[in-house]
């Protein structure tokens, strides 16, 4: 009888040592982050962009910050007049803010606006007969690749470049719908974790280019909630870079 009771206290000793492992495990929370911001008093959504997250604030990655501000950018709309690009390209990519031909759907009305979409479309129906539905949809595989994927790779280089050594945790992209982004599975040490949210690379509005970078603290038991400050506002514990940009655009666009 006493040797089963010493069974049984081991036993309980050993599941109450496994649910404390449990409880000492990583644990992880949740951070979104709204892209509505204020530039010139005038609501702008920055919606499709993508945001890098990283451990540590604003001190711990001061060196990548620096980096932020020294880059040097080419624009989308110098990158696509030195491509040799449409005005009509260029129109429509500066109508939705947008940095190539992926942002959204070519609709059928784009193809007939659009020199380089018609080329790329007409090219498709020799590849989908009879199926002109199929041609607009993967219209961007025979676009030149100079302004199918030429901007995004040279974003790329410059997103290299300016983390250097620096490795973000995550990245995500705020949608078109309520233009947020939202990171999962942070992990944090213990109940609460440290982190810098930033786009990185400039989003371009009206001739300027904007790079937000924040830090923010980080529970399991609730989403932190990270808004983006106006242009021009100082809030703690955020940086907002704000540079002139080139002019080389090649067209006078009319927006929505």
Same mark, same amino acid.
């Given at each position: 009888?006493? =040797?089963?009771?010493?069974?049984?206290?081991?036993?309980?000793?050993?599941?109450?040592?496994?649910?404390?492992?449990?409880?000492?495990?990583?644990?992880?929370?949740?951070?979104?982050?709204?892209?509505?911001?204020?530039?010139?008093?005038?609501?702008?959504?920055?919606?499709?962009?993508?945001?890098?997250?990283?451990?540590?604030?604003?001190?711990?990655?001061?060196?990548?910050?620096?980096?932020?501000?020294?880059?040097?950018?080419?624009?989308?709309?110098?990158?696509?007049?030195?491509?040799?690009? =449409?005005?009509?390209?260029?129109?429509?990519?500066?109508?939705?803010?947008c940095e190539s031909p992926y942002c959204r759907r070519?609709?059928?009305?784009?193809?007939?606006?659009?020199?380089?979409?018609?080329?790329?479309?007409?090219?498709?129906?020799?590849?989908?007969?009879? %199926?002109?539905?199929?041609?607009?949809?993967?219209?961007?595989?025979?676009l030149s690749p100079i302004f199918?994927?030429?901007?995004?790779?040279?974003?790329?280089?410059?997103?290299?470049?300016?983390?250097?050594?620096?490795?973000?945790?995550?990245?995500?992209?705020?949608?078109?719908?309520?233009?947020?982004?939202?990171?999962?599975?942070?992990?944090?040490?213990?109940? %609460?974790?440290?982190?810098?949210?930033?786009?990185?690379?400039?989003?371009?509005?009206?001739?300027?280019?904007?790079?937000?970078?924040?830090?923010?603290?980080?529970?399991?038991? %609730?989403?932190?909630?990270?808004?983006?400050?106006?242009?021009?506002?100082?809030?703690?514990?955020?940086?907002?870079?704000?540079?002139?940009?080139?002019?080389?655009? =090649?067209?006078?666009?009319?927006?929505?």
């Amino acid at each position: 009888m006493p =040797s089963r009771r010493l069974k049984l206290s081991g036993l309980i000793l050993i599941l109450c040592g496994v649910m404390a492992a449990g409880q000492n495990e990583l644990q992880t929370g949740a951070l979104e982050v709204v892209g509505r911001v204020k530039i010139d008093n005038k609501q702008e959504k920055l919606s499709r962009k993508r945001f890098y997250i990283l451990p540590g604030g604003l001190k711990e990655n001061r060196a990548l910050l620096d980096r932020v501000k020294t880059a040097e950018i080419t624009s989308r709309d110098c990158y696509y007049a030195k491509a040799q690009a =449409s005005p009509e390209l260029v129109c429509w990519l500066q109508a939705e803010n947008c940095e190539s031909p992926y942002c959204r759907r070519i609709e059928q009305p784009d193809v007939e606006k659009v020199p380089e979409f018609k080329t790329a479309y007409q090219k498709g129906l020799t590849q989908f007969a009879r %199926k002109p539905d199929l041609a607009r949809l993967w219209l961007t595989t025979n676009l030149s690749p100079i302004f199918a994927n030429g901007y995004y790779k040279e974003q790329q280089t410059l997103l290299k470049r300016t983390l250097g050594d620096a490795r973000p945790v995550q990245s995500t992209m705020t949608d078109s719908t309520t233009v947020k982004a939202i990171f999962i599975d942070l992990p944090l040490a213990g109940a %609460k974790g440290k982190f810098t949210i930033s786009n990185i690379l400039p989003i371009e509005i009206g001739g300027k280019s904007y790079v937000w970078s924040c830090e923010m603290d980080v529970t399991a038991e %609730k989403r932190a909630i990270v808004k983006l400050p106006d242009a021009g506002k100082t809030v703690k514990n955020c940086e907002v870079v704000i540079k002139d940009l080139a002019v080389c655009k =090649s067209a006078a666009c009319t927006q929505k």
